[in-house]
């Protein structure tokens, strides 16, 4: 049941990233009303590490607000004039600039990456992405195993004591770095 919920799910989502990329952006000229900023911090053990999102508000009628980078967001004022261009769907901003200067691009890879996120999730509803994870799993371990042969050891850690290079375990030929 949670698996067939889960699958149609990723059909949706998959198509409405496929649409979104077929769509027109939204073009319109707005007015930075506000800045906001928000900081969150994140703790690993004694290490803290704070991230900090910026977003403008604007007063356009169909894109209110806009997450920027912190050198957009330093670099246009409140009451500023913009050209936004937006996705169509999902409204995330892909172009900020005010007059000339260009504050925000990044159109083409929107498109691009909702074009590839779409395949994947509809391949993952039909089932298509599980052959494609046996082999990367597969693939992988290969690796694995031979990184072990050249180090001496086995995957447990231990080292193989079936030759004097360790490798015929293995079977790939490689002899330990010494």
Do not use: W
């Not at 990329?21 to 009303?33: F, K, Q």
């Not at 704070?50 to 009628?61: I, K, Q, T, W």
């Not at 999902?90 to 909702?114: D, M, N, P, W």
Request: with cysteine.
């Amino acid at each position: 049941m949670i698996r067939s919920l889960a699958r149609i799910a990723f059909f949706i989502f998959g198509i409405a990233l496929l649409v979104e990329a077929g769509l027109p952006e939204i073009v319109e000229t707005s007015t930075i009303e506000r800045h906001h900023t928000s900081t969150s911090t994140t703790r690993n053990g004694n290490i803290s590490h704070e991230e900090s999102s910026y977003a403008l508000n604007l007063g356009g009628p169909r894109i209110t607000s806009c997450a920027v980078s912190a050198s957009a967001y330093a670099g246009l004022q409140d009451g500023d004039s913009v050209e936004v261009r937006a996705t169509y769907l999902l409204k995330s901003c892909t172009y900020i600039a005010r007059g000339h200067e260009v504050f925000v691009a990044g159109g083409s890879q929107t498109k691009s990456l909702g074009v590839i996120g779409g395949i994947a999730l509809i391949a993952a509803a039909f089932g298509l992405l599980k052959a494609m994870t046996t082999l990367a799993m597969a693939i992988c371990l290969d690796l694995r195993q031979r990184q072990a042969c050249i180090k001496g050891t086995e995957l447990t850690g231990r080292k193989s004591m079936s030759s004097p290079f360790g490798c015929e375990k293995c079977g790939f030929g490689h002899e330990r770095r010494r």
